[in-house]
């Protein structure tokens, strides 16, 4: 028998984890935002409200299995009346860009400057380049993500940011530890090969596990699929699947 499926789904303070619910959250390492879509069934009208007035930018945390799939600020809220039904959309960014503006001095840390700009963006991010000092002024101005980029562009790196923290990994580099993909972890069909512009690809679906996250490493031991990947996206469902879009494990 299989284990009840269980979530949880916190908006600023309201928990409404006894509510039906379905997500989709989407997240990749580009610079480009991550994004979820919950809808909430039948909250109570004072819940309604009380998520109407509330401001852009609080907590909204999303659970399935206990596996943490979502941690991200608020958009927006919309409410439906559909049928018999009240349906709350609730929709959340993580790594949404802000306006950012300063000048970091010679001398002083490129660490520094790019936990000036995470601060702004409401994220952490790690001590990386506290060794780094900057042999001249550099103007940041701009859109925080871009100035993030553009801040660590010479350094060999890409960032995304992950569940209100950035993640920097060395250009085609994974995170430690390899997760294993296959019928028996729970491997839904068979993987689909195929390559575009950047080069070959792997699509796989499979049960949703708290290993499978963009950056990590997996091997696919599938019929006709064999070999190692880098997770580059991945899209949750409330179906309680995980789509991955994989690329080859540079050597």
């Known amino acids: 028998m299989l284990p009840k499926r269980t979530h949880y789904v916190q908006v600023g303070d309201t928990d409404v984890s006894t509510l039906h ?8 390492l580009t610079v480009t935002p991550n994004s979820a879509q919950v809808l909430v069934f039948n909250a109570s009208e004072s819940t309604r409200r009380r998520w109407s007035e509330q401001k852009s930018g609080v907590k909204v945390v999303l659970r399935a299995q206990e ?4 941690r991200g600020t608020l958009r927006n809220v919309s409410h439906e ?14 790594g949404d ?19 000036r700009v995470a601060q702004e963006m409401q994220v952490g991010i790690s001590d990386l380049f506290s060794a780094v000092r900057l042999p001249s002024p550099v ?12 801040l660590i562009r010479g350094q060999g790196k890409e960032l995304s940011v992950q569940s209100g923290q950035v993640q920097v990994l060395d250009k085609g580099a994974t995170l430690a530890g390899t997760a294993v993909v296959s019928q028996a972890t729970g491997l839904e069909g068979s993987p689909l ?10 699509k796989f679906t ?5 290993e499978l996250i963009p950056g990590r490493r997996v091997r696919i031991e599938a019929v006709h699929v064999q070999g190692e990947y880098r997770i580059e996206r991945c899209d949750w ?3 309680w699947s995980v789509s991955c879009l994989c690329r080859p494990v540079k050597v």
Not at 21 to 28: G, H, L
Not at 97 to 115: D, I, Y
Not at 193 to 202: I, L, P, Q
């Open 97 to 115: 860009s802000s306006p950012v503006s300063f000048t970091a001095a010679q001398g002083s840390t490129l660490g520094a400057a790019l936990k």
């Open 237 to 239: 469902s409330s179906d």
């Open 193 to 202: 090969v195929g390559s575009d512009k950047t080069g070959k690809f792997v």
């Open 67 to 70: 596996i943490e799939l979502w």
């Open 206 to 210: 499979h049960l949703i596990a708290p």
């Open 139 to 150: 103007a940041v101005h701009g859109r925080s993500m871009d100035e993030l980029e553009r």
């Open 81 to 94: 009346h559909l049928g018999p039904n009240w349906v709350t959309t609730i929709t959340s960014g993580d």
């Open 21 to 28: 619910v379905e997500f989709s959250v989407t997240r990749d």
